[in-house]
């Protein structure tokens, strides 16, 4: 006869990885959005905000203070997202610690996927964390690039 203890416990463990993969999509596509944002925003404020007078003059296309905003909305964007994908990483973690003991209860103790992960440092974590500072210190830098060039601007484009 089955335990049915042993049968809650499998289904929570399928459960949890199903779990724990939804979030690992989440935070990359996260990411990509940040990414996709951060690009769209910047190419629509280059495009549709500034303009030139002469090869040596730009002018604004749209009102200062509705320009000043829209440079925030990259760096911002990648802030918000950041910390949604931060948010999941801990819940990773965690689930990740519950899955580990759910393997060594169910299965033979040397084996299972969390067992074998527990003793390596997490190279990935590492390198996602890299790259999100990376897009948000290079939106930022392009926000304030371009919050410059409009305080400095002094010719409109509007007639």
């Not at 989440?26 to 940040?34: C, M, P, Q, T």
């Not at 819940?91 to 003793?119: F, H, S």
């Amino acid at each position: 006869m089955d335990d049915p203890a042993r049968g809650f416990h499998t289904e929570e463990y399928k459960q949890l990885r199903t779990e724990v993969t939804g979030l690992l999509s989440r935070i990359e596509l996260l990411f990509r959005y940040s990414i996709v944002v951060v690009a769209i925003v910047f190419a629509w404020l280059l495009t549709n905000s500034m303009g030139l007078v002469d090869i040596n003059t730009t002018c604004i296309k749209l009102p200062k203070a509705f320009l000043y905003f829209g440079w925030l909305v990259p760096p911002a964007f990648v802030v918000c997202a950041g910390l949604m994908a931060k948010t999941a990483s801990v819940r990773v973690i965690e689930t990740g610690a519950y899955l580990k003991t759910l393997e060594d209860a169910l299965g033979k103790p040397p084996l299972g996927w969390e067992q074998y992960l527990a003793g390596q440092n997490s190279i990935i974590t590492s390198a996602i964390q890299q790259i999100w500072w990376l897009l948000f210190a290079l939106s930022s830098v392009a926000s304030i690039t371009g919050l410059v060039s409009i305080f400095y601007s002094a010719h409109s484009c509007m007639p």
